[in-house]
C-alpha cells in the first residue's frame, strides 16, 4: 500500500534558523505529494502541492518542498523559522489521481525563542 | 469563497449512543471526504462522497455512514459509539479530483465516555 513516512514526531529549531521537515514516500511511480500545516484547534491548511511539474515546488509562508525521484523524498524546508510556524505538519500522498489521500503521521514543529 | 464549516466543534457521547456530525461545503465543491483524526495522528479517510454518491471508503466498519446533499452540505452517521471513536473528524471538500486539493474544515471534537 502506498504511505508516507514523516520522520521526527517533534522537531525543535531556534527562530531564525532552517527548518527541515522530512518526508519519504512509497509508490512505484510519482504520486502526487502534499504539505499540511495544523495549527492548534484548527483544520488543515494546504501548504504546497506536486503535481508533476517543477521538482522544487513553493508553497505558502515561505516554505518549500523539492521532490527526489532518486531518494523518494519530499522534504519541506524554510530558511528561517518563525515563531508563527509552530504548527503540526502533515506529509501526504496521491498515489494516483482518482484515489484518496494519504496522510503521515505529522510533524510536530516547535519554536525556540 | 465561504470555506468548510463543521458543526458542532465539540460534542460528548456515550459509549453505544449514536451521532451526526455535519458539514457544509464549500459552494461549487461537488466532492466531499470525511477523515478521522485520533490524537497525536494523522487523519485516516473514512469515506468520500461524489455528487451524492459514496465512491470511495476506508477501513472503517459500517457503522460509519454518511450523506451529500444537493446544497454541498454532508453528514457523518456513527452508529454504537466506542471508546476508541473519541477522536477529531475532519470534512474536506474538492471541486474536482482530489490532486487538485481539498479545503478542509476545522472539524468536531468527538468524545466518547
Known amino acids: 500500500a502506498q504511505s508516507v513516512t514523516q520522520l521526527g514526531s517533534h522537531v525543535s529549531v531556534s527562530e531564525g534558523a532552517l527548518v527541515l521537515l522530512r518526508c519519504n514516500y512509497s509508490?512505484?511511480?510519482?504520486?502526487?505529494l502534499f504539505w499540511y500545516v495544523q495549527y492548534p484547534n484548527q483544520g488543515l491548511q494546504l501548504l504546497l502541492k506536486y503535481t508533476s511539474a517543477a521538482t522544487l515546488v513553493k508553497g505558502i509562508n515561505g516554505f518549500e518542498a523539492e521532490f527526489k525521484k532518486s531518494e523518494t523524498s519530499f522534504h519541506l524546508t524554510k530558511p528561517s523559522a518563525h515563531m508563527s510556524d509552530a504548527a503540526e505538519y502533515f506529509c501526504a500522498v496521491i498515489p494516483n489521481r482518482d484515489d484518496k489521500i494519504i496522510f503521515g503521521k505529522g510533524t510536530r514543529l516547535h519554536i525556540l525563542p | 469563497e465561504t470555506g468548510v464549516t463543521q458543526s458542532p466543534t465539540h460534542l460528548i457521547k456515550t459509549r453505544g449512543q449514536q451521532v451526526t456530525l455535519r458539514c457544509s461545503s464549500q459552494?461549487?465543491?461537488?466532492?466531499v471526504s470525511w477523515y478521522q483524526q485520533a490524537l497525536g495522528q494523522g487523519p485516516q479517510f473514512i469515506f468520500q462522497?461524489?455528487?451524492?454518491?459514496?465512491?470511495g471508503r476506508g477501513n472503517f466498519p459500517p457503522r460509519f455512514s454518511g450523506l451529500q446533499f444537493p446544497n454541498y452540505s454532508s453528514e457523518l452517521n456513527v452508529n454504537a459509539l466506542e471508546l476508541d471513536d473519541s477522536a477529531l473528524y475532519l470534512c474536506a471538500s474538492s471541486s474536482g479530483q482530489a490532486l487538485y486539493g481539498y479545503t478542509f474544515g476545522s472539524g468536531t471534537r468527538l468524545t466518547v465516555v
Open positions: 459552494s461549487g465543491h461537488n466532492t
Open positions: 509508490s512505484s511511480v510519482p504520486p502526487y
Open positions: 462522497y461524489y455528487r451524492e454518491e459514496e465512491n
